[in-house]
């Protein structure tokens, strides 16, 4: 389990994270979400070790990840990982054996195969969605307890990531991992991510489980013979609305979908429709309502 107490920290005299507390339990995968400069490399830099926080406690399973015996359990995979120029993934693999001697060849070399990548290849050579792939082997090898990815989609092509996603299911089952995971792809992270942390602000606002949270919301099209405007639904829980031509009208209510429907069926609409609701959209709607912004017409 991974705890995170009253974490504060500043790069330069920017604050990037404020009081952040958040829980995380074992043998899951975690979406890490949040608009640029939202916190999330800093704080898998901070969770794996790479910088020490100004303020407040990490803990792994009770321990810090200040020390050594707690960083053998963790692999970090930044957005653009450090290689030589002379490096190959066969290389690679032989260098970080030396900090995680139990890494696990067969492993490494099959999802190599399955990536159909030359192992004796130089890194500069290949592509970054290519490079991303020796990576994603490397971590899988290593079958840490713990396993910080940022932006681990960043190049991928649609089959990569397919490779990519069951890899790492597979990898949690097997090992019992827990896999934190940050992305601009969020449709991604809800096909196999079981919770999600969203920053912003420089804190934890939302977070949970994905599919329970999307459950909570629902979205509606109406349409109406009268002109209607926002007025008319002053009533309802909406998160968000959009009129348009003041007869269209298309809205997110917070609450169960059949409760909300017979709620909107008392207003007359002549056109009633449900239509599905995404965590991607559910982003946006969350970081406006933290932030303030009125999504409506």
């Known amino acids: 389990m991974i705890e995170v107490k009253k974490l504060s920290h500043r790069l330069g005299e920017k604050i990037v ?38 303020f407040g406690q990490i803990l792994f399973d009770g321990a810090s990840p200040e020390e050594a015996s707690t960083r053998q359990n963790i692999f970090f995979l930044p957005d653009d990982p450090y290689y030589t120029a002379a490096m190959t993934p066969a290389k690679l693999f032989s260098f970080y054996k030396t900090f995680y001697p139990n890494m696990d060849k067969t492993a490494f070399e099959q999802l190599i195969r399955e990536y159909k990548i030359d192992v004796k290849g130089k890194m500069r050579n290949f592509s970054k969605g290519v490079r991303r792939q020796v990576f994603i082997a490397l971590a899988v090898a290593i079958k840490p307890r713990y396993l910080l990815l940022d932006e681990a989609f960043d190049g ?3 089959l990569s990531r397919k490779l990519f996603k069951d890899a790492i299911i597979e990898f949690v089952e097997n090992e019992r991992a827990t896999v ?35 459950s909570n919301f629902c979205k509606f099209e ?26 269209f009208v298309q809205l997110v209510l917070e609450g169960d979908s059949e409760e909300m429907r017979t709620l909107l069926t008392a207003l007359s609409p002549v056109v009633m429709d449900e239509i599905p609701l995404d965590f ?17 017409e």
């Not at 939202?38 to 790479?50: C, D, E, F, I, P």
């Not at 969203?198 to 994905?210: E, N, P």
């Open 156 to 158: 991928l092509d649609p």
């Open 180 to 214: 934190i995971i940050s992305s601009h792809s969020l449709r991604e992270l809800e096909d196999f991510c079981d919770r999600f942390i969203l920053l912003d602000d420089c804190q934890v606002k939302q977070h949970g489980d994905i599919a329970e949270h999307v």
């Open 17 to 54: 994270l404020n009081n952040v507390d958040i829980t995380i339990p074992d043998n899951t995968i975690v979406g890490l979400v949040g608009i640029n400069g939202a916190g999330k490399s800093t704080l898998l830099r901070l969770l794996s070790g790479v910088y020490n926080a100004d």
């Open 222 to 247: 109406l349409a109406f013979t009268d002109t209607v405007d926002k007025a008319l639904f002053a009533d309802l829980p909406v998160r968000a609305i959009d009129i348009k031509g003041g007869h």
């Open 280 to 296: 991607e959209e559910m982003f946006i709607h969350d970081v406006e309502k933290n932030r303030g912004v009125k999504n409506d």
